[in-house]
């Protein structure tokens, strides 16, 4: 099985191979987002700004304007603190196509420590007029949605997990931005989940929940 970061930029590459606008920036994270194939496949397409967030959103819009599809990537913590101004005005507020990849958002970052976990990146970003908020919770999602992602006229804000595995959907479920999916029926309630860590658990939930006779539905919003 793939990991998160290994299907998000094997998606980009395949992309990237019949799109010639598709490009990649990052704040001296290639390797460690695992986006060092796409920079060797395609050095023309792939900036490395170094420890620049709010410049490299300021690039990322550049290049929009400039009719690029611009995947712009670092940690969820710096996406949603220092380069906010940079992609809600230069991005979103000038109607712009800038893909922002935040990684590693909430707990999953814990081995960075504090300084490292966003809890606030989703509460941050939901406030931007228009912008549209993607969050899958396992590899797969994360492949059916970059295409959707890269084609969707306006600014994304997508946040995942570097350094995770785990499976949630069967391999063979279409997926569409903007509609949720529902991973397991149920009768009684509905429990609406989104993201890598709180999906497994809605799932976990409904488990618990059918053994005390209560029909759990679980429904990934992963936008």
Not at 21 to 34: F, Q, S, Y
Not at 56 to 74: H, Q
Not at 135 to 156: N, R, T
Request: glycine content about 10%; overall charge negative; proline content about 5%.
């Amino acid at each position: 099985m793939m990991g998160m970061r290994e299907t998000y930029t094997d998606s980009l590459i395949m992309l990237a191979e019949k799109d010639e606008r598709i490009c990649v920036l990052d704040a001296d994270l290639r390797v460690g987002h695992g986006t060092k194939p796409f920079y060797d496949r395609f050095p023309e397409r792939g900036f490395n700004v170094g420890v620049a967030e709010a410049n490299m959103v300021g690039i990322a819009a550049g290049l929009s304007a400039g009719g690029k599809i611009p995947f712009a990537e670092t940690f969820g913590c710096f996406a949603a603190r220092r380069a906010y101004d940079q992609f809600f005005l230069s991005g979103n507020y000038a109607q712009l196509n800038v893909k922002l990849l935040g990684s590693d958002p909430g707990v999953t970052a814990t081995y960075n420590g504090g300084t490292h976990m966003p809890f606030e990146d989703i509460a941050m970003m939901r406030v931007i007029p228009g912008l549209t908020i993607v969050s899958p919770c396992d590899p797969y999602s994360l492949g059916q949605l970059i295409e959707p992602i890269a084609y969707h006229e306006g600014c994304v804000y997508m946040r995942m997990p570097r350094k995770a595995e785990q499976q949630i959907y069967n391999g063979n479920e279409k997926l569409e931005l903007g509609k949720g999916y529902v991973l397991r029926e149920g009768t009684d309630i509905t429990i609406a989940a989104t993201g890598f860590v709180m999906v497994p658990q809605a799932l976990k939930a409904a488990e618990l929940l059918e053994k005390k006779g209560i029909s759990a539905a679980v429904i990934d919003f992963h936008t």
